[in-house]
């Protein structure tokens, strides 16, 4: 593909993550949207008011056959994304999807193998793939700043699920294909794979509502031989939290909510300033833009990533 003309992109589901993908990518110096999909004709209706120059259509498999589309955004909810990213892959077109990559093990493999058949770029959205603050952990590990890796914590508390921005999105609250330790929990343990090594479970658990999603959940996994815990909650009176906490032997890490990063070397926790681009949905497109001409996937997590925190989240599940 010409590294000159604008990557043309399909995006299918325009829920929340679709429609801030949608607006991030308008005057995107590397793509732009040409076709879009929802199920919702409401939903369509009103992104079309803002969004003229893109094809809307109700119709997903649309968007998939559409000749005037490079790559495809798949921000439909987890049980329709094998079905979806197949097709395109099969056409010869590039996927970045939505985590977590699937929800069952045929999927996880069939999306894989389409991919790897495919040749092209494939990439899942993890959050924290490009934050500056992963970013600054990521060189610290590396320059041996954290001493000896002792462990990773991992803690999150939410007053309500699903969260007030995703209330629309009701199958979060089904144990099906929703739940906080596939929406939220998936990107930190992309994260710990990423840094320490492939992450597995040792032993994990979940409690849960009455005909919802999990209301509490507990584990403890390995990542390159570090114990790492969890500890997540819904439904409580208290502050929405994001913790992950690297526990090094010379200096720990803590990344608060999504980006906030402060480190310890045995006193009070202090905040790191950090450089550069924050990190976020216009680069991320722009790292996947990248991927698609070629140029490999650099803070951009690949399908092998997605698979491997997929199989870490439905332990959960399935224990």
């Known amino acids: 593909m010409s590294d000159n003309r604008k990557i043309r992109l399909g995006v299918i589901g325009l829920g929340a993550m679709g429609g801030h993908v949608l607006a991030s990518a308008r005057d995107h110096a590397d793509l732009t949207v040409t076709a879009a999909a929802d199920l919702d004709p409401a939903t369509v209706d009103r992104h079309r008011a803002t969004d003229p120059g893109v094809v809307f259509t109700t119709d997903p498999a649309a968007v998939v056959a559409s000749d005037d589309v490079d790559a495809v955004y798949i921000a439909t909810p987890p049980a329709f994304h094998a079905e979806l990213a197949v097709a395109a892959l099969r056409r010869g077109l590039a996927v970045f999807c939505e985590k977590p990559l699937a929800i069952s093990e045929a999927d996880g493999r069939a999306m894989l193998a389409a991919a790897e058949e495919a040749g092209v770029a494939c990439a899942v959205n993890f959050a924290l793939s490009d934050r500056a603050a992963v970013l600054e952990i ?31 999105a009701r199958w979060l609250d089904g144990r099906a294909q929703g739940g906080f330790v596939r929406e939220v929990f998936s990107h930190f343990a992309y994260l710990t794979d990423r840094l320490l090594g492939p992450i597995e479970p040792v032993a994990v658990s979940l409690d849960y509502a009455e005909g919802a999603a999990e209301t509490a959940a507990r584990g403890h996994l390995v990542a390159g031989g570090v114990p790492v815990h969890l500890s997540a909650f819904s439904g409580l009176a208290g502050p929405e939290t994001y913790e992950w906490v690297l526990w090094g032997s010379r200096r720990s890490y803590m990344l608060q909510g999504w980006s906030r990063l402060l480190v310890s070397e045995g006193g009070d926790w202090e905040p790191v300033a950090l450089t550069g681009e924050p990190g976020g949905e216009p680069t991320r497109l722009a790292a996947f833009a990248r991927a698609v001409r070629g140029g490999g996937h650099v803070n951009l997590a690949d399908f092998d990533a997605g698979r491997r925190v997929q199989r870490v989240v439905e332990a959960f599940h399935n224990a």
């Open 138 to 168: 990521e060189r610290a590990l590396g320059a041996g700043e954290a001493g000896d890796v002792v462990g990773v914590d991992v803690r999150l508390r939410f007053p309500a699920w699903p969260r007030d921005f995703q209330a629309d």
